[in-house]
Structure formats: C-alpha cells, structure tokens
Nanobody, 119 residues
Framework: VQLVESGGGLVEAGGYLRLSCAAS????????TGWFRQAPGKEREFVAS????????LYGDSVKGRFTISRDNAKNTVYLQMNSLKPEDTAVYYC?????????????WGQGTQVTVSS
C-alpha cells in the first residue's frame, strides 16, 4: 500500500485547506484511513479517521467542528477538509491505513504534507 498526501501549504489564520490522501497498491477499502499530525517538538496527534466499511468517523477534540474527513471510493482517496484554521494547526499531516484513535491501529503511513497557518 502506498499513501500519498497532498494539499498542504501556507494559509492565514481563519482560512481553509483540503488535504488529499491517495492510496495505491492494495486498497484501503475494508480498513479505514486516518489523519495524524505532528508539530515540531510535539508528539504525534490524532486528527480524524474514517472507516471504509461502516462510514463512521472519529475526530480529535482539537479539530471537532472545524475539520471534516470524507472519501471518494472511485478514486480510492480520502480528504481532510480543514476550516477555520488556527496557528496551532501548523504541523506535518500524515495519512495512514487503519481506523481508531491510536497510531497502533494503523499499518501503512504516507510521507506527510506540511501545513503552516500564519497568525
């Protein structure tokens, strides 16, 4: 499984970005896809996850109400719509195959995409 993130960049506080996670190789359907982020000097933080089989979603407390995870089955792609961005959202965002709150529930990871939110 190869996971490739895209869509990161520099945005002002209050703005929005949409990240994409495209999967190739073995499909992620039947599993799930999650997003994590890691800021410099901080631990990796759970952001959101989507179960491909049930459609259920999970969100980290810090992003609830601002971020939305969704999927395009035909493209084998998961999106993370990020609205009302804050400087504290600045981090490298990773997508991974799996479903759950902890990183141990995920087995394949992408290389990450940088998101920088200026104040």
């Amino acid at each position: 499984v190869q996971l490739v993130e895209s869509g990161g960049g520099l945005v002002e506080a209050g703005g929005y970005l949409r990240l994409s996670c495209a999967a190739s190789g073995r499909t992620v359907s039947g599993y799930g896809t999650g997003w994590f982020r890691q800021a410099p000097g901080k631990e990796r933080e759970f952001v959101a996850s989507l179960s491909w089989s049930s459609g259920r979603t999970l969100y980290g407390d810090s992003v609830k109400g601002r971020f939305t995870i969704s999927r395009d089955n035909a493209k084998n792609t998961v999106y993370l719509q990020m609205n009302s961005l804050k400087p504290e959202d600045t981090a490298v965002y990773y997508c991974a195959r799996g479903y759950g709150l902890g990183s141990s529930a995920y087995d394949y990871w992408g290389q990450g995409t940088q998101v920088t939110v200026s104040s």
